[in-house]
T-cell receptor, first 112, second 115 residues
Framework: EAQVTQNPRYLITVTGKKLTVTCSQN?????MSWYRQDPGLGLRQIYY???????DKGDVPEGYKVSRKEKRNFPLILESPSPNQTSLYFC???????????FGEGSRLTVL | AQKVTQAQTEISVVEKEDVTLDCVYETRDTTYYLFWYKQPPSGELVFLIR??????QNEISGRYSWNFQKSTSSFNFTITASQVVDSAVYFC????????????FGTGTRLQVFP
């Protein structure tokens, strides 16, 4: 089954404790990205990757890091989480953005 | 700059009513793509439709229909004979051809369908 898998789905952590949200897709897509969803703001792009070893900032990259060492994986790293990073995070992949974006199920992160 | 506006924050209807969700977009590009996504209470994002800027034909898929009008920069979504299962947040989104790595979302419209 074609899918984008994110883990963990739910996480409560404390300020400053590094965490990684993993994202993996099995569709051989070149394009992957991360979004965060906040009430009243819709979804905003954090980082994106056009291919292996190629990443770039989206609209709200502060406080986040990503890497793309393999085509299928695109982890989101929060080196020192802060409460303003409490949000619902979505990973997505696509063969090309003009096609459909396939989203993961979302990861709800709470930073205390 | 590109922008998507969904002015309706929340809409409530009774089952079997028709409902239209508005989407207005801004872009100076002549080639762009518009999307609608559905986010049910379970939280996942479900792709509904993609339309490119050169195709202004309206589209119907079952109870769903989309009205794309370049003259008013709108891409509205109508649900006919709404059902409780249509209750969700609906997002309109835009991407342009030269920056096809980024999808710009509206803030979403929450639709509640009551039995």
């Amino acid at each position: 089954e074609a899918q984008v898998t994110q883990n963990p789905r739910y996480l409560i952590t404390v300020t400053g404790k590094k965490l990684t949200v993993t994202c993996s897709q099995n569709m051989n897509h070149e394009y992957m990205s991360w979004y965060r969803q906040d009430p009243g703001l819709g979804l905003r792009q954090i980082y994106y990757s056009m291919n292996v070893e190629v990443t770039d900032k989206g609209d709200v990259p502060e406080g986040y890091k990503v890497s793309r060492k393999e085509k299928r994986n695109f982890p989101l790293i929060l080196e020192s989480p802060s409460p303003n990073q409490t949000s619902l995070y979505f990973c997505a992949s696509s063969p090309g953005i003009t096609g459909e974006l396939f989203f993961g199920e979302g990861s709800r992160l709470t930073v205390l | 700059a590109q922008k998507v506006t969904q002015a309706q924050t929340e809409i409530s209807v009774v089952e079997k009513e028709d409902v239209t969700l508005d989407c207005v977009y801004e872009t100076r590009d002549t080639t762009y793509y518009l999307f609608w996504y559905k986010q049910p209470p379970s939280g996942e994002l479900v792709f509904l439709i993609r339309r490119n800027s050169f195709d202004e034909q309206n589209e119907i898929s079952g109870r769903y229909s989309w009205n794309f009008q370049k003259s008013t920069s709108s891409f509205n979504f109508t649900i006919t004979a709404s059902q409780v299962v249509d209750s969700a947040v609906y997002f309109c989104a835009l991407t342009v051809s030269y920056n096809t790595d980024k999808l710009i979302f509206g803030t979403g419209t929450r639709l509640q369908v009551f039995p």
